[in-house]
């Protein structure tokens, strides 16, 4: 069992910037590839980024240029820089793992979640 714990959302300004983290424990051996959603209310969970350990990275076009994932393998830690924040990335940000694989945007190949922190951006 894999479990993941998400920090560092919280109030921002539009154009400033965030850092989110996600601390993977328990058989984060078995982790490959990661990812972060995001989920506003009244809206489908969307993916926004995505790293393997290979290497293999793909972001979503809303995102693009804007957002860097990032992973630390001996802090077995994850992390989403956000810059140039805008009210629209307002929402709840989870992490996600899986086995292996290749990067997805897609939720449904992923094994394990976090619960989630809580990303506010106001004009």
């Known amino acids: 069992q894999v479990q993941l714990m998400e920090s560092g959302g919280g109030s921002v300004q539009e154009g400033g910037s965030l850092r989110l983290s996600c601390v993977t424990s328990?058989?984060?051996?078995?982790?490959?590839?990661m990812a972060w959603f995001r989920q506003a209310p009244g809206k489908a969970r969307e993916g926004i980024a995505s790293?393997?350990?290979?290497?293999?990275?793909v972001y979503g076009d809303s995102v693009y240029g804007r957002f860097a994932i990032s992973r630390d393998n001996a802090k077995n830690t994850l992390y989403l820089q956000m810059d140039s924040l805008k009210p629209e990335d307002t929402g709840a940000y989870y992490c996600?793992?899986?086995?292996?694989?290749?990067?997805?945007?897609?939720?449904?190949?992923?094994?394990?979640w976090g619960l989630g922190t809580q990303v506010t951006v106001s004009s």
């Open positions: 996600a793992a899986r086995v292996k694989g290749r990067a997805s945007l897609s939720p449904a190949p992923y094994n394990w």
């Open positions: 328990g058989y984060q051996y078995s982790v490959y590839c």
């Open positions: 790293r393997c350990s290979d290497g293999d990275t």
